[in-house]
């Protein structure tokens, strides 16, 4: 059986595909018709399992999860550093997101890094647990050596999982990587037994007890990233 994540950055998978990427400092307003748009049309045509979302406010998920068969949805507000959640432009919370296309009932589970950059929004990851399988989606600090401590530390988070031989990915803006000429090194924060796939930038997809078939980028044009996703098998 294939899986396919596709990874929006204002969308997000086992197929990577952004909306948007560019975290604001006061957050961001909520997606317009034609990143929407866009959005849809993409996961119509590639029909990915799992799709991950970055920089997107709560009420977005609702937009996107008809095209997702309407399975099931997770997110978790970014946070200032007072605790409180930071918001969009219309007063709605701005994060990061999953939506699956299967309707099994899940375990969604959020949480702040403990190693965080000086600025006002605090990096956060979002997950969802199946019996059968458990993935997570992230954006990390734009900070390279915050962002591969928080890396390493949603690796770990999930390492024991995947030891164990449970389905297991992460796919996120990592805001690292894969051996740059200057900067830490997203390639470092890996561990046995993931495997790492990006878009030649700083969009990852890792995994582990599951198959790789192929990567495809496709350019966005409502997005300053493109479109990664990461097509996997199932055992």
Do not use: W
Not at 112 to 134: I, N, P
């Amino acid at each position: 059986m294939k899986a396919e994540i596709r990874r929006l950055t204002h969308a997000q998978a086992l197929e990577r595909l952004p909306v948007r990427h560019s975290p604001l400092p006061e957050g961001s307003g909520p997606l317009s018709a034609a990143t929407l748009q866009e959005a849809n049309a993409v996961i119509a045509a590639k029909q990915p399992h799992v799709v991950s979302l970055n920089e997107i406010c709560r009420n977005d998920l609702p937009q996107l999860a008809p095209a997702m068969g309407n399975g099931l949805s997770a997110f978790a507000p970014a946070r200032r550093p007072d605790g409180t959640p930071v918001r969009c432009t219309n007063g709605d919370e701005y994060g990061n997101g999953l939506i699956f296309r299967s309707p099994a009932a899940g375990t969604v589970f959020s949480g702040q890094y403990a190693t965080q950059d000086g600025g006002s929004e605090k990096r956060v990851y979002v997950c969802a647990e199946f019996a059968d399988l458990v993935g997570c989606g992230t954006h990390l600090s734009t900070t390279g050596n915050v962002a591969m401590a928080q890396c390493k530390a949603a690796i770990a988070l999930l390492r024991d999982r995947a030891v164990a031989g449970r389905q297991t990915f992460l796919a996120g803006d990592f805001n690292l990587k894969y051996a740059p000429l200057i900067g830490p090194d997203v390639q470092d924060c890996n561990a046995a037994p993931f495997f790492r796939k990006g878009d030649g930038s700083v969009q990852h997809v890792f995994a582990a007890n599951l198959g790789y078939v192929r990567t495809e980028v496709t350019r966005m044009a409502s997005t300053d990233h493109p479109a990664l996703l990461v097509v996997l098998t199932r055992p």
